[in-house]
């Protein structure tokens, strides 16, 4: 029969080894899935925007939808976009999707329907991901920007409903300069 004392220190010692690796488990896993939210702070301005010759002009409303493949940013808009789609696409909005440059990957099966701009003019220059672009009726740029405001975007904190709602109603928008705080990942591709 051991001595109660080897018994405790054994004890003791096996659950420091645990506790230690379970702060290892748990420290790893918080720097490889959870980021901390920053205050990123962008200046979106629309003015070198311009749709491809066959897109511009007068027509639908036109939106198009800014991503990287690579932004965890983009999680927290995707769904938001889904139900933009099946509100507004009945009602004549068309959407499409450009890609950041040099980036690989696909939209989610439920945005498969975004129709994907190759290059659009100007789109270099935008500051940061996700973004959207959205031309009215008569193919001039009325809103240039993001989603909305914060870590996360839904219905109830996006800029973008209200704007298409109001070119739905043939009220005119112009907001083609935005500076907001969110989740936004850089946009220029980065040279080596």
């Not at 003791?12 to 920053?38: E, P």
């Not at 499409?96 to 498969?112: E, I, N, R």
């Not at 109603?169 to 040279?191: K, S």
Request: proline share 9%; glycine share 8%; net charge negative.
């Amino acid at each position: 029969m051991r001595p109660p004392y080897r018994t405790a220190l054994f004890a003791s010692l096996l659950a420091i080894v645990c506790a230690g690796v379970l702060w290892a488990a748990y420290d790893w896993f918080q720097g490889r899935y959870l980021r901390a939210f920053s205050e990123h702070t962008a200046v979106f301005s629309g003015d070198p925007l311009r749709l491809p010759d066959d897109l511009a002009g007068p027509g639908n409303i036109r939106l198009v939808h800014f991503w990287d493949p690579a932004c965890p940013c983009n999680v927290g808009n995707q769904q938001h976009l889904t139900e933009m789609v099946e509100q507004f696409g009945p009602k004549g909005v068309e959407f499409f999707a450009v890609q950041k440059a040099g980036s690989h990957g696909q939209l989610p099966a439920t945005l498969s329907n975004l129709k994907t701009i190759a290059v659009l003019p100007g789109s270099e220059q935008i500051p940061a991901s996700p973004a959207v672009a959205i031309w009215d009726r008569s193919g001039k740029l009325a809103y240039f920007g993001p989603y909305s405001e914060g870590l996360t975007c839904n219905s109830s904190n996006s800029f973008i409903e209200p704007i298409l709602q109001a070119l739905s109603d043939d009220r005119p928008v112009n907001a083609t300069h935005t500076l907001a705080v969110g989740c936004y990942c850089p946009w220029p591709v980065e040279t080596k």
